[in-house]
């Protein structure tokens, strides 16, 4: 089976703080990505990586930033934390089939619920 | 204080009974499809999933059916059990290399 584990369930964190998020899979998955979930707003995407060194940025990536340094750990990293960043945050992970860059189903992990106060 | 938010749609639905999860899709040239079920507290689940080929697919007392003509995905439950409480959401896959796109999700509660 395929397993994405998230290095915090739940996380408090002080405005201003650096704040890092780790994300670990263990199926040797080409692709992987950063979502954030909040109420009616559903999963958005934050940023998403291909491939190892690299990264392209979501739907949403402003005061985020990541770092993809070996193909197995995906990093959110949040420089200067806000309150609007308190929100329930989710890593998947997904292969590509056939070298087609196509990402089909995506493994999520079991989320980090931050709250920044 | 705590934020409002929008409130997902319910389907309420006894023990035994079948239930049925609806999703209207965006883009009509998406060509893949999920379903996830997501439980309090959890990360979302892969449950299935099916190409725009197909119009109906069958696990294990799932069944996705994907009517492409009206861009409408359905999830039927059969037996549902207490265990099936969660918020289901359908996921849609524009071609040319586009990113997933997720749903707002339904929360289905089974009553004993």
């Known amino acids: 089976d395929v397993k994405v584990t998230q290095s915090s369930r739940y996380l408090v964190k002080r405005t201003g703080e650096k704040v890092f998020l780790e994300c670990v899979q263990d199926?040797?998955?080409?692709?992987m990505f950063w979502y954030r979930q909040d109420p009616g707003l559903g999963l958005r995407l934050i940023y998403f990586?291909?491939?190892?060194?690299?990264?392209e940025k979501g739907d949403i990536p402003e005061g985020y930033s990541v770092s993809r340094e070996k193909k197995e750990r995906f990093s959110l990293i949040l420089e200067s934390a806000s309150t609007n960043q308190t929100s329930m945050y989710l890593c998947?992970?997904?292969?590509?089939?056939?070298?087609?860059?196509?990402?089909?189903?995506?493994?999520f992990g079991p989320g980090t619920r931050l709250t920044v106060t | 204080g705590e934020s409002v938010g929008l409130h997902l749609p319910t389907l309420s639905v006894q023990e035994g009974d079948n239930s049925i999860i609806n999703c209207a899709y965006s883009?009509?040239?998406?060509?893949?499809f999920i379903w996830y079920k997501q439980e309090s507290g959890k990360g979302p689940q892969f449950i299935i999933d099916?190409?725009?080929?197909?119009d109906k697919r069958q696990g294990q007392r799932v069944t996705v059916l994907l009517n492409k003509t009206v861009k409408h995905l359905s999830l039927q439950i059969a037996a549902t059990q207490p265990g099936d409480s969660a918020v289901y959401f359908c996921?849609?896959?524009?071609?040319?290399?586009?990113?997933?796109?997720f749903g707002q999700g339904t929360e289905l509660s089974v009553k004993p």
């Open positions: 099916i190409r725009s080929n197909m």
């Open positions: 996921a849609e896959l524009p071609p040319l290399g586009g990113k997933l796109i």
């Open positions: 998947a992970s997904s292969p590509n089939h056939g070298g087609s860059g196509a990402e089909y189903e995506q493994y």
């Open positions: 199926m040797d998955h080409e692709n």
């Open positions: 990586s291909y491939d190892v060194k690299m990264k």
């Open positions: 883009n009509s040239a998406s060509d893949y």
